[in-house]
């Protein structure tokens, strides 16, 4: 009685699990195609010249350098504005805010700001400080839009390794005479550290590979130089791929996967970055 | 006794706090310019023009629908890949694979989740969607469907990453006791370890979903950009446009205070209030599972 | 020579049944005092008054007062930084700050602003010493605190609130975690101590109250039942229910 209940169940698991493990590899293979390619296509594009010279023929030969310093600045200007207002908040919402009804729209207001276009970030880039502050396409709009956008996900990340940190320290540290905020700078901000470092880091990671919210608010396709100060418009990695893998005829192929491939480093080596903090703090923790 | 509280944390703690109330800032500056420079669409165009069917600016039609239905199918394409795919990812990671493949893998589906859109909608114009059109013998790859499979491949890695923490937080417990009581470990998965894990699921299916409706760039690059209405089976293999990929491309040509102007920023307006209604969605899942798992635990 | 002296004192947290009822007791000052009694008496309740430890969770209503030396201590216009100096407290599980034992001992005294250097080493030799842990620790002064065995850590946890040179040291089932040697140095320690500081102490065990206490209260509750003089409480306690306690019939 009991035998062919017990095959069926067993089979049906097989079946399940083998169909899952399909399903799983699946999403595993365009993964690998997607970095394979651009790897294989786009490191023969890539020397010295490539890197560092400026580009020519209407950005079909030369180097894509413009490109590169921008994203760089972009990213730069990004942090100057977001990291500091995003850590302060999120000392806010984990060692100072009560759990009533205005935190709770600060939380709402904080997941809607992670949920919003990128291009509608663009677009109130462009209607507050492009146009109505008067700042033109320039890269502190661009990096003010841009760090409005970062700002959800370095406050998430640091508040989350704020409360990590043990309360029993907090507690400990107001017993021996302490205020907040010298257990906070003392105590409780040295040990979130690489906490919110790994959170900055992929929060900036995101704004450096952004194109819609830079589109009408700091991004230029072709500058004859470097951009001179930040009220100056730039060249950077994303738009520059956009650019030149649809509205660009002519354009080599290498030269696009080169690009890419490029951004991608760039991108990703900031998360490597931040994986590798992370986990060193963590084994060097001393609770 | 006196009290020594110094003039430095006063400051220090006034600062922290307006930081803190600074979300909420940001979110009513948005609204309020996407109000601004959006509502005076409702004067200059007609109700009935604004939501008609045609789209095309230069001669004065603002019908938005096809936008929106362009956005929509493109969507609901991508979710109808991202949900098995990335349940089904999550699944595996969380309940099937060793530890040894997972530790590899798991970090492998969140590289491609930091991946610029703009590089997949490369990819999508020079790989994708030359396949798709030879495989389906279709006049151009540039089609809703191109772009509801990158943003699959979007919304995925958010779902996997989202969804596997969840069904990993699921106590071992519950699955001790299953297994204890005679089910297989496929059992387990779906009739205990699931369910038990569905707030955190349903959130990562939200995200993902957030992701898909506001992503821009891919989709402007493959899906052909015509805006047509999207309602025939067949438009799934025929060119569409989102209004995201409206906005990006057409906002840098238009004339600063123009009624297209207007329209942009009020399609703008339509997908804020979008994601702020999924995000309030989301956000109160989540809220009701903190919740729960406070009274469980305390 | 009562040093802290609490009236009528009423606390209610906001779930629950009140946690302290007209509570009404004397602490003398250079004795162990020890408030005992079965868990949910009130007892650590009434140790973070003391020090206003309470402060920083949500407290429904507290009133009566706590005089320390004649000042009460719940006054609002109270320069509470100043009063946690005065009174130190050890809790029940040991918890080192993540930093060297060197680092832990300064702690106290670089909140108070303490700069120079030979202020800060005297604090640190002086407290280990009467901590009875100096001669353990003294050539590794810069490890990390974490790496020391619990029975060390809590002695750490006295060093570093006698480091602040208080008036009161509460202690909070201090011993709770601890091995019995352990335990017996921590008591050694506390009988020194209180030549020069008033000692409270909840215990975590009826026999380490009847081993230690020069003075007892019993609390069940929220309220306070009885308190005596050590030697009386716990050989001819005058009320029932103590007496029932102290010989365990219930707990």
């Not at chain 2, 096809?66 to 098995?84: C, F, K, N, Q």
């Not at chain 2, 707030?199 to 402007?220: D, P």
Request: charged share 15%.
């Amino acid at each position: 009685m009991q035998k062919p209940h017990t095959f069926d169940r067993f089979l049906i698991q097989r079946l399940g699990i083998s169909f899952i493990s399909l399903v799983a590899a699946l999403t595993m293979i365009p993964i690998i195609v997607v970095f394979g390619y651009i790897i294989f296509r786009g490191a023969p594009a890539i020397s010295w010249q490539f890197l560092a010279a400026m580009p020519r023929d209407g950005m079909r030969a030369g180097g894509i350098l413009p490109a590169i310093v921008g994203t760089f600045y972009l990213t730069l200007g990004t942090a100057v504005f977001s990291v500091p207002i995003g850590i302060a908040a999120a000392i806010y919402l984990s060692e100072y805010a009560r759990e009533n009804w205005i935190t709770r729209l600060i939380r709402i207001a904080i997941i809607n700001l992670a949920g919003i276009p990128s291009v509608v970030y663009g677009l109130f880039g462009l209607g507050l400080f492009v146009l109505f502050l008067k700042f033109g396409t320039s890269i502190l709009s661009a990096s003010l839009t841009l760090s409005i956008m970062t700002l959800p996900v370095i406050i998430s990340a640091a508040e989350e390794a704020l409360r990590a940190v043990p309360q029993s320290f907090r507690t400990v540290s107001i017993s021996l005479g302490g205020t907040r905020w010298q257990t906070i700078r003392k105590i409780v901000l040295p040990q979130a550290l690489p906490g919110i470092i790994t959170g900055v880091i992929l929060g900036l990671e995101r704004a450096a590979g952004e194109t819609a919210p830079i589109l009408f608010t700091g991004a230029a396709f072709f500058l004859p130089h470097l951009p001179n100060s930040p009220l100056d418009a730039t060249m950077a990695l994303p738009y520059h791929l956009f650019v030149i893998s649809t509205q660009v005829p002519g354009m080599p192929i290498q030269i696009q996967y080169g690009t890419a491939l490029v951004l991608i480093v760039f991108v990703l080596g900031m998360n490597i970055a931040a994986t590798v903090i992370r986990s060193r703090a963590r084994a060097k923790r001393q609770w | 006794m006196k009290k020594s509280l110094t003039w430095t944390e006063t400051l220090i703690t006034a600062v922290i706090k307006t930081c803190g109330y600074s979300a909420i800032v940001f979110v009513i500056l948005i609204f309020f310019f996407l109000l601004r420079e959006g509502v005076p669409t409702l004067a200059e165009v007609k109700l009935g023009e604004l939501f008609s069917t045609r789209w095309y600016p230069i001669e004065a039609h603002y019908g938005i629908l096809p936008l929106i239905t362009g956005s929509v199918i493109v969507t609901v394409g991508a979710m109808l890949i991202a949900i098995p795919f990335g349940i089904g990812t999550a699944v595996f990671l969380s309940e099937i694979a060793p530890r040894w493949l997972r530790e590899i893998l798991k970090p492998l589906v969140e590289l491609l989740g930091g991946l610029p859109s703009v590089v997949l909608g490369f990819l999508g114009i020079l790989v994708l969607t030359p396949y798709l059109r030879i495989l389906l013998n279709l006049p151009t790859g540039l089609t809703a469907l191109a772009g509801a499979l990158l943003l699959g491949g979007i919304a995925v890695p958010t779902t996997v990453s989202i969804a596997e923490d969840a069904l990993d937080s699921v106590p071992q417990g519950y699955r001790e006791g299953a297994l204890a009581l005679g089910a297989t470990k496929w059992q387990t998965i779906w009739r205990v370890t699931l369910p038990a894990a569905k707030s955190g699921v349903l959130t990562a299916l939200m995200l993902g979903i957030g992701r898909t409706i506001g992503e821009t760039m891919a989709v402007m690059m493959v899906t052909g950009n015509a805006p047509v209405m999207a309602v025939k089976l067949s438009s799934i293999v025929s060119p569409v446009r989102t209004m995201t990929a409206t906005i990006a491309a057409e906002m840098g040509e238009v004339a600063n205070g123009s009624t297209y102007y207007h329209v942009l920023f009020f399609i703008g307006l339509v997908l804020f209030l979008i994601s702020l209604v999924v995000n309030i969605i989301a956000s109160s899942v989540v809220f009701k599972s903190k919740k729960r798992a406070e009274r469980v635990l305390s | 020579m009562d040093k802290i002296v609490i009236q009528d004192l009423n606390l209610q947290y906001p779930t629950g049944p009140q946690s302290l009822k007209d509570i009404n007791l004397s602490i003398p000052a250079n004795a162990i005092t020890v408030l005992f009694g079965p868990a949910g008496g009130g007892k650590s309740s009434l140790l973070r008054c003391v020090n206003r430890l309470n402060d920083i969770i949500d407290v429904k209503s507290l009133t009566g007062r706590i005089l320390l030396d004649g000042e009460n201590v719940l006054d609002p216009k109270v320069d509470v930084i100043a009063l946690r100096r005065r009174v130190g407290m050890v809790f029940a599980r040991p918890v080192v700050l993540p930093m060297s034992i060197r680092e832990n001992m300064t702690y106290g005294l670089e909140l108070a602003g303490e700069k120079r250097k030979s202020r800060l080493e005297d604090a640190v030799e002086r407290g280990l010493k009467h901590a009875a842990l100096w001669e353990e620790v003294r050539e590794r002064l810069d490890d990390p605190a974490i790496a020391l065995s619990g029975g060390q850590q809590q002695r750490l946890c006295l060093a570093r609130v006698l480091a602040n040179q208080p008036e009161v040291i509460l202690l909070d089932e201090p011993t709770s975690g601890l091995d019995p040697i352990s335990t017996g140095k921590v008591e050694t320690a506390l009988q020194e101590l209180k030549k020069d500081y008033t000692v409270v102490i909840v215990p975590h065990s009826v026999q380490q109250a009847a081993r230690i206490a020069d003075y007892g209260a019993f609390f069940l509750q929220g309220e306070l039942i009885e308190a005596a003089e050590g030697k009386e409480l716990f050989t001819q306690p005058k009320v029932k229910r103590t007496e029932d306690y102290v010989e365990g019939r219930f707990g």
